[in-house]
């Protein structure tokens, strides 16, 4: 599946009721999975300075997401695939032994 992110436009003055639009948003995408169209709801981003919140999904296609929140009654702007990037760990170093080069002393 691949991830969407669904933007809105959030006043300051709605930033209240964002857990109770991201459970909505969870319901209706449980909803819609249960229907046959796979969606999960991740989670919601608020940037509260800039009044602009983003939920982030997981679906085959945009289509599923814009009914999942027209079902939750979230009044999105548009809907738009998203691309994650998890940097690799790092792999720790090999401890030199003392007095090898680069050793410890």
Do not use: N
Request: proline letters at 8%; charged letters at 30%.
């Amino acid at each position: 599946m691949a991830r969407y992110l669904a933007e809105l436009y959030l006043p300051k003055t709605g930033s209240d009721g964002l857990r109770e639009a991201a459970a909505r948003a969870r319901s209706a995408a449980e909803e819609l999975s249960r229907e046959g169209r796979p969606v999960r709801y991740v989670r919601a981003i608020l940037l509260a300075e800039d009044e602009m919140c983003f939920h982030l999904y997981e679906a085959a296609t945009a289509e599923s997401v814009l009914e999942a929140t027209r079902r939750a009654g979230l009044p999105v702007e548009r809907v738009v695939e998203a691309v994650e990037v998890v940097p690799a760990r790092a792999t720790p170093r090999a401890r030199r032994s003392p007095g090898a080069p680069g050793g410890a002393p």
